[in-house]
Each structure stands twice: as C-alpha cells, then as structure tokens.
C-alpha cells in the first residue's frame, strides 16, 4: 500500500500530507466515502462541526476496519460555538458525533472578526485541550497574517494548521510565508479548485480543471489536471484534502506519488496565481451564517 508523506507539525505530531475533505459531502455519502478512502490507503480525514456530517465520518472509520490509531482525523468548532465553555463543550459535541475520545487536530472555522473576543477564547480553549490531551494538535482556519499575529499576541501555543483556500489561482504566498515564520503547516481546503465553481462564490469564466497550463503539464505526465495540482502541493509542502464521494475520483486524487514535476513545471503552475479569492472573505462577518447552531451529539 503506498505510504504517504509526513508533516512534522510545530509540535513534533506527524500528519499524513494527504487526505480526504467532506465539505459538501451529504450526510448519507459520507459514510462510504470515508470507508472507501481509508481502504484506498487515505489515514487523514478532514471534517467540521459545520458540515453536519461527523457522525458518518465516525461510521466509515468503523466501516473501514481501520483501527483508529492509525487515522488522523480533523475536526473544526463552528462560530456559533466560539467563546471558552462553548468551545470545550463543542469537543463533547465532536467527539460524541465521531465516536472517538480523542480529536487529533482542532481547529476554528473562521477568524470572525466581529466577534473576535470569543474567537481568542474559544481558542484558549483549544490550548485547555491541548494541554490535557484531549486533542493531540490545535489550529486555525481561514485566518489571514494579521487575524494570526492578533491572535498570536493573545495565546500560548501557535496553531500547528491553518486551513485556507489555495488554488493555483488563489495561491496566497504572503500568508504562506507568515505561517512558515511560525512554522505552520498551510493547509488547502480547495487543493484542485473546486472554489472557483462553488455556487455563490467567485467567477474565473472558466474551470481550473480545464486550464491549458494544468491540462498540457497532465498530458505530459499521463496523468489529469487534478492529480498535478495535488503534486504541486505536495512538491511544496503543503497539506492537502481534496474532497469528493466518487470512489473512483477518491482513489485517483491518491494516486498522485508515482511522478514528480519538474521545476519548470512547478513555476508554470505557481504564474497561474490570480491573487483573486474565490470563496468567503475571511474579513468579512456573516452573522446569518456564524450564528447558526451545532446540534448536540
């Protein structure tokens, strides 16, 4: 079975740089989703309170056969949970959904700025678990170089993660090397941009899967635009958690270690960048969306 590389978190925790994302994915595919990445040979699973689908993601960790220990799973706290109590009772709510005593990485959704004391609270929260080993890693998503140097002024442990939107077109190479100051591992939660075709959100006019760039350097390789743009990331250091339910397209986004990309190739894609977000700004609060509520375990 191939192994997949290790990152070296900034607290000397080992993540597979590889795995399986579910946003979007429906409650009632989750489940086989899960089982069919982990048979595949997937051992990180990404999810979020947010996503309503935790419970099956515990599932198909059962399903699989795939003792626990050898599964990194990552959860995220919504908005609606932030604040110090919240966010310690919003551990509860994962775990109890996952079926797990444990949570690898904990990470916030969003740095919402309009409510940033109890964004640092809840994150002080995170450090409460960290400390008493609740969760092995803590992080942070979606936050910008200067929603982390804010909350960096105001914690002990520096997030481990922070989760982004990172695309070819969006590649966000300043905050990448904020996050290597620190030694944050940057994650993409849309590796093979599936942002700049997310209703509601960003137009580029055209698919990236169908960019020429991406499209000539697969041809090359006898591979498909997604599986380069998972290399790139790869090749970079970066962790990456593509997401889908098709079995077919779970085990061809981990196929992607039996080529390199040259360079060359990797400079092609990185003059791809845009620097035009896709999705959400990070900066801008949604109140109809963060004051949503997670249901109890």
Same mark, same amino acid.
Do not use: C
């Given at each position: ?85 919240? %966010? =310690?009772? !919003?551990?509860?709510? $994962?775990? @109890? ?10 990470? *916030?959704? &969003? ?101 020429? %760039? =991406?499209? !000539?350097?697969?041809? $090359?390789? @006898? ?10 990331? *790869?090749? &970079? ?38 620097g035009t977000r896709g999705g959400p ?17």
């Amino acid at each position: 079975m191939t192994t997949v590389p290790l990152l070296t978190l900034n607290n000397g925790l080992e993540m597979p740089a590889l795995g399986l994302g579910v946003f979007q994915s429906p409650p009632d595919e989750t489940a086989q989703a899960v089982e069919s990445a982990l048979r595949v040979g997937y051992r990180h699973i990404d999810t979020a309170a947010a996503y309503e689908n935790e419970r099956q993601v515990g599932e198909g960790l059962r399903r699989s056969g795939v003792d626990r220990d050898e599964v990194f799973l990552e959860t995220k706290v919504w908005v609606s949970d932030y604040g110090y109590t919240q %966010t =310690l009772h !919003a551990f509860d709510k $994962a775990t @109890g959904k996952l079926g797990v005593d444990r949570i690898d990485l904990l990470i *916030l959704h &969003q740095p919402a700025p309009d409510r940033w004391a109890k964004t640092v609270d809840a994150y002080h929260a995170l450090e409460r678990l960290f400390y008493d080993g609740a969760v092995h890693a803590i992080g942070v998503s979606n936050f910008t170089p200067h929603h982390l140097d804010d909350l960096l002024r105001e914690s002990d442990v520096v997030p481990a993660v922070n989760q982004v939107e990172l695309h070819p077109y969006f590649a966000q190479r300043e905050l990448q090397a904020v996050d290597a100051t620190h030694g944050i591992v940057t994650q993409a939660w849309s590796p093979i941009g599936g942002i700049t075709f997310y209703p509601g959100w960003g137009d580029y006019g055209r698919r990236i899967l169908d960019d020429p %760039t =991406l499209t !000539a350097i697969a041809a $090359a390789h @006898g591979r498909t635009a997604a599986q380069v743009m998972l290399r790139w990331h *790869l090749q &970079q250091g970066r962790s990456a958690i593509p997401k889908s339910v098709n079995p077919a397209r779970i085990a061809e986004n981990f196929d992607v270690f039996g080529f390199e990309l040259t360079p060359d190739e990797l400079d092609a894609i990185d003059a791809l960048d845009t620097g035009t977000r896709g999705g959400p700004d990070p900066d801008v609060p949604r109140p109809d969306i963060f004051d949503r509520a997670i249901p109890e375990a």
